[in-house]
């Protein structure tokens, strides 16, 4: 597909540096955990995981999510999408734990509305540096419990997500779903391999993207070789054990870099 | 089984250069997969990041990309090589770029300890500004790289050519002519899109390659005017996505055929194929594959 045109018709600042963008197109089969192709014309085109039908929610890193923090309500993106493998559909009464960290809580967010509108219970552990960085605290609330982490103990327990998760019984889970930055997942992974919970936990893994539909190779992690783009984002923990995650990724020349 | 330039394959179809082959693993996953043969990505003297996004993008007819040759470098990628090498026993043909003979050889002779089964020279690139195509539609250029690399290097010397060319048959011969031991044909055709909403064009490089079903047409014309021209096998790329697009493109003369953007249906695709030929011989009554490659040119 072509990218879509997309106005911004709402911008809100979820924190100094991380605010959503909803569009007035809106990916209505999207399901949780898929990313789009945002296309910052002139500039790049970056994945984002869907954090609404219509938006986006997006930290500050780079060239194109710089010149987007400069657009305003009117101006454009292209989009494409939905593109990967989402988190597993969490059916009624089942429970369910989600794990995010920092801008990590965009794809989460819609697995939170969706579980909670289809009966499934949920229980979200939301961790971020300080307390100004919390990403949707309203959004996981309202969907069920929450416990919340920040490194400088600023809100919540003073700490990290594994903090609170080292502590939990994590077999009244269905399914640990987690996304935040790669050596939070990492760590994340060690505690729940700990607690033999691995193959009940899906992670929304982020690597360089070029194609994005699966062809390039350019996503591809070792030693499986599974795409992120296409296999992924969201890979079943499993499928991670004593993979790159938390030790090496590739940057744009395919080079191999230190996570 | 089909054995070209001396190298065994135990199924006609291969990983097209520049899908899945830019790690050790990942070219591991797909040789897992059933390819007879992998190619990796087009590997240069230097690390590359590539153009900007959108690098590829999927049209009606096809797909249309421009990724620029992003590539760690031959220095790099001997590990990755290491790696593919040591996991399978399926042959790995080294693609490699350069802007000049003595680019080419440099490449090709680093990665030479990782011993590839062949190179394939990437003279076809459209939209690298000083490589591949640059260099492919120049009939010296071509004959000279060749010659170079064939006395640099003791494994077989694979050419991929460009269709965007007046006659291809020309740049086929050079290769020929530099001692090329095959050519690849063909790489995608120059082709650009535009975005209505905006008038910028998509690819972030402007313009780039088109590849996949639309291509298939004028791969099959170009591997059939090379099959009569040339002495040494060519091996069919374009717009191959289903056993009967292999076979038809065995027929025009293509030794054995290479797979790229079709992978983004299943990268089952392989042994799928492979299996659909093998099927398709029997049918037919056909005792090898060897029965149908440039069939079409005798039936007259």
């Given at each position: ?5 997309a ?10 540096s ?19 192709m ?16 219509n938006?986006i ?7 194109a999510?710089?010149k ?12 494409r999408?939905?593109f990967?493998k ?5 059916k009624?009464d ?6 995010a ?11 939170a ?14 961790g971020?540096?300080?307390?100004y ?36 019984d ?5 399914r640990?779903?987690?996304?935040g930055?790669e ?9 729940l ?43 079943n923990?499993?499928?991670l ?17 230190r996570? | 089984?089909?054995?070209i ?22 070219l ?27 690098s590829?993008?999927e ?19 001997d ?7 040591s996991?399978?026993?399926?042959p790995?043909?080294a693609?490699i ?24 020279l ?12 640059t260099?492919?539609?120049?009939t010296?250029m ?21 269709p965007?060319?007046t ?12 001692g ?5 044909a063909i ?21 780039g390659?088109l590849?996949?079903p ?15 021209a ?10 191959v ?14 030794s ?29 009554g056909?005792?090898?594959v060897?029965?149908?490659?440039g ?6």
């Amino acid at each position: 597909m072509k990218p879509v045109d997309a106005k911004i018709v709402e911008i809100v600042e979820e924190s100094p540096s991380i605010r959503t963008f909803r569009f007035d197109v809106s990916f209505d089969d999207a399901l949780p955990g898929q990313f789009v192709m945002v296309w910052v014309r002139g500039v790049d085109e970056v994945p984002m995981g869907s954090s609404y039908l219509n938006g986006i929610t997006v930290q500050k890193v780079g060239d194109a999510t710089s010149k987007l923090f400069d657009m305003k309500v009117g101006d454009s993106v292209g989009l494409r999408g939905p593109f990967g493998k989402g988190f597993t559909l969490p059916k009624k009464d089942e429970h369910i734990l989600i794990i995010a960290g920092g801008v990590g809580a965009a794809p989460l967010g819609p697995l939170a509305d969706y579980a909670s509108e289809c009966g499934a219970k949920v229980t979200t552990i939301l961790g971020s540096r300080e307390c100004y960085e919390l990403v949707f605290e309203d959004r996981f609330s309202s969907a069920g419990e929450l416990h919340i982490t920040t490194d400088d103990g600023s809100a919540g327990t003073c700490g990290f997500v594994t903090t609170v998760l080292a502590d939990m019984d994590v077999s009244v889970y269905d399914r640990i779903c987690v996304c935040g930055p790669e050596i939070m997942m990492a760590n994340v992974m060690k505690v729940l391999q700990e607690k033999d919970a691995l193959d009940r936990s899906e992670f929304s893994m982020h690597r360089y993207f070029k194609c994005a539909i699966g062809v390039c190779g350019a996503c591809c992690m070792d030693p499986q070789g599974l795409r992120v783009c296409k296999d992924g984002p969201v890979l079943n923990g499993s499928l991670l054990i004593d993979s790159e995650l938390g030790d090496h990724k590739r940057n744009s020349s395919s080079q191999r870099v230190r996570v | 089984m089909v054995t070209i330039t001396g190298i065994d394959f135990k199924n006609p179809t291969m990983l097209a250069s520049g899908i899945m082959g830019t790690t050790g693993a990942s070219l591991l996953r797909i040789a897992g997969c059933g390819a007879g043969g992998v190619v990796t990505k087009s590997i240069g003297p230097e690390p590359k990041a590539g153009h900007p996004n959108p690098s590829m993008i999927e049209l009606e007819c096809g797909f249309l990309n421009a990724m620029g040759l992003p590539n760690p470098s031959y220095t790099e990628f001997d590990n990755e090589m290491k790696i593919v090498r040591s996991g399978t026993d399926v042959p790995v043909i080294a693609s490699i770029f350069g802007g000049n003979a003595e680019d080419f050889v440099k490449v090709a002779e680093g990665l030479a300890d990782s011993e590839p089964a062949a190179f394939e020279l990437n003279v076809s690139c459209p939209h690298a500004e000083g490589y591949g195509a640059t260099i492919g539609t120049d009939t010296c250029m071509v004959e000279s790289i060749t010659a170079a690399v064939c006395d640099a290097v003791d494994v077989p010397v694979w050419v991929k050519l460009t269709p965007n060319v007046t006659d291809i048959k020309a740049i086929g011969k050079a290769a020929q002519n530099g001692g090329a031991d095959a050519v690849v044909a063909i790489n995608t055709l120059r082709g650009m899109a535009i975005d209505i909403n905006s008038g910028y064009p998509i690819l972030g490089n402007r313009f780039g390659g088109l590849s996949g079903p639309a291509v298939k047409p004028v791969a099959i014309k170009c591997v059939y005017d090379l099959y009569e021209a040339l002495d040494i096998p060519v091996i069919g790329v374009g717009g191959v996505s289903t056993w009967e697009d292999a076979v038809e493109m065995m027929m025009a003369g293509a030794s054995a055929v290479q797979i790229g953007s079709a992978v983004h249906e299943s990268v089952d695709i392989f042994s799928d194929i492979a299996s659909g030929i093998d099927l398709f011989l029997q049918d037919k009554g056909y005792s090898a594959v060897e029965d149908i490659i440039g069939l079409s040119h005798e039936v007259f």
